[in-house]
């Protein structure tokens, strides 16, 4: 049986069965889902061999967990069927549960919603089908490459140029495929402009025809893209194997775009692409080499910490300073880390914190971050938690979709600071909240301090009524 688009399946204990069943309103409620779960089984028929083809035919797994569900050895079938097949599961937490080693392994990876937590149904019901696409709040494949607004200081004002000439219909101009290649990438990504995927793979097929290598990466790209909805999801191989090997022919024949990415993937493991730190660097070396502030970028930290190179601390300075020179949004924070750890250079706070100062002018929201460090824990001045959670704050402003690490690593100090009451006052229902934000953004550290709190706020709240 083919796949069903928008088609849902539920694995539960029937002890949750009242619960199943109001999801399963939530999601029908939406035009064109249907959803499956064990209602559906008629008199007579091969239960088994049913369900099989029920999550076959499935676009969504939907995994309930409770006491009784992760004690379930039906429900583990179920689940380790749903992996076999390359679904998109999704775990909902009914209540605060212990899950075992080999349910962990899978579930891990993926993005959950809890129930027993939320706020209030609509506040649930919104959460739920943003993991189906259906929202306008977070663009689909947003934080597949996590290049985001990534670009020197020189191609982002070019970006801004023919956004003009875009707006005066200079069409002869903007399709070069040169320029339609920054057009699209400025839709794509959001930078310089909102982003509005439809018009980037506009531009790029505009490049594409002209004969552009990079319009050709960019919209297979796009298409690895259109195939995911969440940080953690892969597609089927089967789906990624050709157009990954088609980017790595790119790649192969120097184009730069294709080159980043497969460094990228290289780095993370991503599509059937093997983890494999020398391959990225290689990659990275070649496009830093032909002057990608980027991949300058990159390099200086491969070999500050000698990830698939062997640490060279000059060669991280070159690189920071080339990087620099391009007036690189990121470049600032490389020195501040020289600084702060006094590795490359002799260590000096003060110099650390003027880096980080000029890089959050530039809008580096994790400079933000760095200085709230430095006055969480005293690092170079007399600490001052306080201060430090006024920067929190601020890196917290971080633009999810272009910088999402500075927002990850925001959330996850505010929920610290609120859950050891440092600098604020304790409020371990705050921490819970920054904590999910920092998941939400793709932080899976944040997502066991969450847990973490929500259970102690459960606890506390136990003790209360009794």
Same mark, same amino acid.
């Not at 309103?25 to 091969?46: M, T």
């Not at 939320?118 to 306008?136: A, K, Y």
């Not at 597609?235 to 194997?241: G, N």
């Given at each position: 049986?083919?796949?069903?688009?928008?088609?849902?399946?539920?694995?539960?204990?029937?002890?949750?069965?009242?619960?199943?069943?109001?999801?399963?309103?939530?999601?029908?409620?939406?035009?064109?889902?249907?959803?499956?779960?064990?209602?559906?089984?008629?008199?007579?028929?091969?239960?088994?061999?049913?369900?099989?083809?029920?999550?076959?035919?499935?676009?969504?797994?939907?995994?309930?967990?409770?006491?009784?569900?992760?004690?379930?050895?039906?429900?583990?079938?179920?689940?380790?069927?749903?992996?076999?097949?390359?679904?998109?599961?999704?775990?909902?937490?009914?209540?605060?549960?212990?899950?075992?080693?080999?349910?962990?392994?899978?579930?891990?990876?993926?993005?959950?919603?809890?129930?027993?937590?939320?706020?209030?149904?609509?506040?649930?019901?919104?959460?739920?089908?943003?993991?189906?696409?259906?929202?306008?709040?977070?663009?689909?494949?947003?934080?597949?490459?996590?290049?985001?607004?990534?670009?020197?200081?020189?191609?982002?004002?070019?970006?801004?140029?023919?956004?003009?000439?875009?707006?005066?219909?200079?069409?002869?101009?903007?399709?070069?495929?040169?320029?339609?290649?920054?057009?699209?990438?400025?839709?794509?990504?959001?930078?310089?402009?909102?982003?509005?995927?439809?018009?980037?793979?506009?531009?790029?097929?505009?490049?594409?025809?002209?004969?552009?290598?990079?319009?050709?990466?960019?919209?297979?790209?796009?298409?690895?893209?259109?195939?995911?909805?969440?940080?953690?999801?892969?597609?089927?191989?089967?789906?990624?194997?050709?157009?990954?090997?088609?980017?790595?022919?790119?790649?192969?024949?120097?184009?730069?775009?294709?080159?980043?990415?497969?460094?990228?993937?290289?780095?993370?493991?991503?599509?059937?692409?093997?983890?494999?730190?020398?391959?990225?660097?290689?990659?990275?070396?070649?496009?830093?080499?032909?002057?990608?502030?980027?991949?300058?970028?990159?390099?200086?930290?491969?070999?500050?910490?000698?990830?698939?190179?062997?640490?060279?601390?000059?060669?991280?300075?070159?690189?920071?300073?080339?990087?620099?020179?391009?007036?690189?949004?990121?470049?600032?924070?490389?020195? %501040?880390?020289?600084?702060?750890? +006094?590795?490359? #250079? =002799?260590? $000096?706070?003060?110099? @650390?914190?003027?880096? !980080?100062?000029? *890089?959050?002018?530039?809008?580096?929201?994790?400079?933000?971050?760095?200085?709230?460090?430095?006055?969480?824990?005293?690092?170079?001045?007399?600490?001052?938690?306080?201060?430090?959670?006024?920067?929190?704050?601020?890196?917290?402003?971080?633009?999810?979709?272009?910088?999402?690490?500075?927002?990850?690593?925001?959330?996850?100090?505010? %929920?610290?600071?609120?859950?050891? +009451?440092?600098? #604020? =006052?304790? $409020?371990?229902?705050? @921490?819970?909240?920054? !904590?999910?934000? *920092?998941?939400?953004?793709?932080?899976?550290?944040?997502?066991?301090?969450?847990?973490?709190?929500?259970?102690?706020?459960?606890?506390?709240?136990?003790?209360?009524?009794?």
């Amino acid at each position: 049986m083919a796949e069903q688009e928008n088609s849902v399946f539920i694995s539960y204990s029937h002890k949750d069965r009242e619960i199943c069943d109001k999801i399963d309103s939530i999601i029908e409620r939406q035009p064109g889902f249907q959803v499956w779960y064990d209602k559906g089984l008629l008199p007579g028929e091969v239960y088994r061999k049913r369900i099989a083809e029920a999550i076959r035919e499935s676009a969504y797994f939907i995994i309930l967990l409770s006491k009784t569900s992760v004690a379930s050895d039906w429900v583990l079938d179920e689940v380790e069927y749903a992996k076999k097949l390359c679904k998109r599961i999704l775990p909902i937490w009914l209540e605060d549960v212990e899950i075992p080693d080999d349910l962990d392994m899978i579930l891990q990876r993926f993005h959950s919603l809890f129930w027993h937590l939320r706020s209030s149904d609509e506040q649930f019901e919104e959460s739920l089908m943003s993991m189906f696409g259906v929202t306008e709040k977070k663009p689909v494949g947003q934080a597949l490459v996590g290049f985001g607004n990534e670009y020197s200081a020189k191609v982002n004002a070019r970006m801004r140029e023919l956004l003009v000439r875009e707006s005066e219909n200079r069409f002869s101009e903007i399709y070069k495929p040169e320029n339609a290649v920054l057009l699209g990438e400025a839709y794509l990504t959001g930078g310089p402009c909102s982003v509005d995927r439809d018009k980037a793979r506009h531009y790029f097929r505009a490049a594409d025809y002209f004969g552009s290598p990079d319009g050709e990466f960019y919209l297979l790209r796009m298409k690895l893209e259109d195939r995911v909805s969440q940080i953690w999801d892969d597609p089927d191989e089967t789906f990624t194997r050709p157009v990954v090997n088609l980017i790595r022919d790119l790649a192969g024949e120097g184009c730069i775009p294709a080159m980043l990415y497969m460094g990228n993937l290289c780095w993370y493991g991503r599509f059937g692409v093997a983890e494999n730190r020398v391959r990225s660097a290689s990659y990275y070396e070649e496009c830093a080499r032909r002057g990608n502030a980027r991949a300058q970028y990159v390099m200086s930290s491969n070999y500050y910490y000698g990830e698939g190179v062997q640490v060279d601390y000059e060669l991280a300075k070159m690189y920071a300073n080339l990087a620099l020179e391009q007036k690189y949004i990121y470049a600032w924070r490389r020195w %501040g880390k020289f600084f702060r750890d +006094g590795k490359a #250079v =002799e260590q $000096d706070y003060v110099r @650390a914190r003027e880096c !980080y100062e000029k *890089g959050a002018q530039v809008g580096d929201y994790n400079c933000y971050n760095k200085i709230g460090d430095m006055l969480y824990h005293g690092w170079g001045c007399e600490a001052d938690p306080a201060q430090a959670v006024r920067y929190f704050e601020k890196g917290e402003q971080a633009p999810e979709f272009s910088q999402r690490y500075s927002l990850q690593r925001a959330k996850s100090a505010l %929920g610290r600071a609120y859950e050891f +009451g440092r600098g #604020v =006052e304790r $409020d371990l229902a705050v @921490a819970a909240q920054k !904590y999910y934000e *920092g998941y939400e953004a793709g932080s899976l550290e944040c997502r066991d301090s969450y847990l973490r709190c929500s259970r102690q706020l459960q606890g506390d709240a136990e003790k209360n009524r009794s």
